[in-house]
Nanobody, 114 residues
Framework: VQLVEAGGGLAQAGGSLRLSCAAS????????MGWFRQAPGKEREFVAA?????????YYRDSVKGRFTISRDNVKKTVTLQMNSLKPEDTAVYYC???????WGQGTQVTVSS
């Protein structure tokens, strides 16, 4: 099993970043997927999730609703997190997660400057 994140980096407040997670080694189209984040000195927290089907049900933590969008492509085996209107408090390492497998990606750093 592999989950490989990409797309992190530095953005200014109000800007956008797009994270992607490439999955392999399991039947991706049958699995719910999620994104979590961990800021320095804080616990890892849920950000967003999407059910197994393309165009499936999505879930968000309250602080990112209306700003972040999670989507998936079951042909390409990718899950994407589009992050708009970024805030400094969004600064964290972002992790892709397959809940049923309890498997994490390696993480990608997102830094938002004020």
């Amino acid at each position: 099993v592999q989950l490989v994140e990409a797309g992190g980096g530095l953005a200014q407040a109000g800007g956008s970043l797009r994270l992607s997670c490439a999955a392999s080694g399991f039947p991706f189209s049958s699995y719910h997927m999620g994104w979590f984040r961990q800021a320095p000195g804080k616990e890892r927290e849920f950000v967003a999730a999407i059910s197994w089907s393309s165009g499936g049900t999505t879930y968000y933590r309250d602080s990112v609703k209306g700003r972040f969008t999670i989507s998936r492509d079951n042909v390409k085996k990718t899950v994407t997190l589009q992050m708009n209107s970024l805030k400094p408090e969004d600064t964290a390492v972002y992790y892709c997660y397959a809940p049923r497998l309890r498997f994490w990606g390696q993480g990608t750093q997102v830094t938002v400057s004020s």
